[in-house]
């Protein structure tokens, strides 16, 4: 079963970038689409991003399209979320997790959608 491990997150400013990695072993990493999730205390986990199993297209929540950006590198087993002009609203624990077959579905954003879940990486955005 495909294991994977988050990291890149860090305490940082309004306006700032970040650049979280989402690293997959023991298993098949480039057959399935693979998103990002991020969950704030006392709300629900939510879909941020979706992307194909070959980088071919890309989905993304709406208060985040056109700041953040999703990617891959299938041959190093690593998952990429670039995020830009971050905002308060941004600040969660962040979580990679493995779809079930290669294209994100209408409903990626829902969690069943999904099989395996990294263990996450927290953002906090303030000044």
């Known amino acids: 079963q495909v294991q994977m491990v988050e990291s890149g997150g860090a305490l940082v400013q309004p306006g700032g970038s970040l650049r979280l990695s989402c690293t997959a072993s023991?298993?098949?990493?480039?057959?399935?689409?693979m998103g990002w999730f991020r969950q704030a205390p006392g709300k629900q986990r939510e879909g941020v991003s979706c992307i194909n199993y070959n980088g071919g297209k890309t989905y993304y929540e709406d208060s985040v399209t056109g700041r953040f950006t999703v990617s891959r590198d299938n041959a190093k087993n690593t998952l990429y979320l670039q995020m830009n002009n971050l905002k308060p609203d941004d600040t969660a624990m962040y979580y990679c997790?493995?779809?079930?077959?290669?294209?994100?579905?209408?409903?990626?954003?829902?969690?069943?959608?999904?099989?395996?879940w990294g263990q996450g990486t927290q953002v906090t955005v303030s000044s």
């Open positions: 997790a493995a779809g079930r077959s290669p294209y994100c579905s209408g409903v990626w954003y829902t969690t069943r959608n999904f099989a395996t």
């Open positions: 023991g298993g098949r990493f480039d057959d399935t689409y």
